[in-house]
C-alpha cells in the first residue's frame, strides 16, 4: 500500500507560478513510476507529466515547456513545477503512483489549483 498525499495548490494569477508536491508513504516509493492528473468537472481526468523510476519524463503536449516534473528520492516525494500558468490550467491536481508491471495503482485526494485570467 501507498499513501500519497498533495500539496502546494491554490489560487494564482495567470502567468503565475506554483509547485505542487506529493508526499508517499507506505512502501519503496524509488521503485514507482509517478504522474501528474488533472480534472476539471465534466471532462475526463488527465495525464499532465509523469516520471519513471529511473528518472525519464513525459508531457502533454498542453505543457511541455512550462511544468516540469521531478522526485526525490530520499524525501519520497515528487513535485511538478508549474510555471506560466494559464486559466485552462484551472483544475484539481491528483498525484499517481504506479508499480510498473502490476497493477498498483495509488492516487492522492487531490488539490485544486485555480489560475485567474
Known amino acids: 500500500q501507498v499513501q500519497l498525499v498533495e500539496s502546494g495548490g491554490g489560487l494564482v494569477q495567470s502567468g503565475g507560478s506554483l509547485r505542487l508536491s506529493c508526499a508517499a508513504s507506505g512502501s519503496i516509493f524509488s521503485l514507482y513510476a509517478m504522474g501528474w492528473y488533472r480534472q476539471v468537472p465534466g471532462k475526463q481526468r488527465e495525464l499532465v507529466a509523469a516520471i519513471t523510476a529511473i528518472g525519464s519524463t513525459n508531457y502533454a503536449d498542453s505543457v511541455k515547456g512550462r511544468f516540469t516534473i521531478s522526485r526525490d528520492n530520499a524525501k519520497n516525494t515528487a513535485y511538478l513545477q508549474m510555471n506560466s500558468l494559464k486559466p485552462e490550467d484551472t483544475a484539481v491536481y491528483y498525484c499517481?503512483?504506479?508499480?510498473?508491471?502490476?497493477?498498483?495503482?495509488?492516487w492522492g485526494q487531490g488539490t485544486q489549483v485555480t489560475v485567474s485570467s
Open positions: 499517481n503512483a504506479h508499480l510498473v508491471g502490476t497493477t498498483e495503482y495509488y
